[in-house]
Structure formats: structure tokens, C-alpha cells
């Protein structure tokens, strides 16, 4: 599975962006996916997952209320609207996937994952 990241971009505090992730190779219907990002200097975390089916999803505290991350398995897309962005949310954010075969569920930590992409860079300035 290739997964490319896009949308990245400055923006000021407050504003919205929506990345989306786009996979090709195998049929991304039957992955579950998600979304990270890693600030300068720190380590990659976690930000929102959502599971094949796009029935389970799961936030990371920071976020929640604020992203929302939705999936299209005809179009082979996952997307992560943001909104009311902070600095602290500053960071390069990558998509990822990986085959839970059966499980419909969300994947939360990064080892879990199989396929990455290449990263988008999000500028929030105050």
C-alpha cells in the first residue's frame, strides 16, 4: 500500500485545515487507518484513528472535540478536518494503515501500523 499525505499548510490560530490521505495499491476498504504527527523535538504521537469501516474512530485527548477524521473506501481516501487550530498543533502529520484483517476496530499506537505515508507539514502560528 502506498499512502500519500496532502493539505498541509500555514495557517493562523484558530483557522481550519483538512489533510487528506490517498492509498493505492490493494484495496484500502479492509484497512484500518489513522493519523499522527511529530513536532520538532518530539516524538511522534498519536492524533485520530478510524477503523475499516469507518464505524469506530478514536481521538487523542489533545485533539478531540477539535479534529475529526473520516474515511471514503470508494474514493481510497482517509481525511483529518481540523479545526480551531493551535500552535501547539504545529507539526508534520503523517497518515498510516495497517490489516486487522476481520476486526473492525481503531489502531492507536504507531507499531501498529504497516503502511506509511510521507508526511504533511502543518504550520499553526499565533
Known amino acids: 500500500v502506498q499512502l500519500q499525505a496532502s493539505g498541509g499548510g500555514w495557517v493562523q490560530a484558530g483557522s481550519s485545515l483538512r489533510l487528506s490521505c490517498a492509498a493505492s495499491g490493494r484495496t484500502f476498504g479492509r484497512l484500518a487507518a489513522g493519523w499522527f504527527r511529530q513536532a520538532p523535538g518530539k516524538e511522534r504521537e498519536f492524533v485520530a484513528a478510524?477503523?475499516?469501516?469507518?464505524?469506530?474512530?478514536h481521538y487523542a485527548d489533545s485533539v478531540k472535540d477539535r479534529f475529526t477524521v473520516s474515511r471514503d473506501n470508494v474514493k481510497n481516501t482517509v481525511d483529518l478536518q481540523m479545526h480551531s487550530l493551535r500552535p501547539e498543533d504545529t507539526a508534520v502529520y503523517y497518515c498510516a494503515a495497517t490489516d486487522q484483517g476481520r476486526l473492525d476496530t481503531v489502531v492507536v499506537y504507531a507499531g501498529g501500523y504497516d503502511y506509511w505515508g510521507q508526511g504533511t507539514l502543518v504550520t499553526v502560528s499565533s
Open positions: 478510524i477503523s475499516w469501516s469507518g464505524g469506530m474512530t
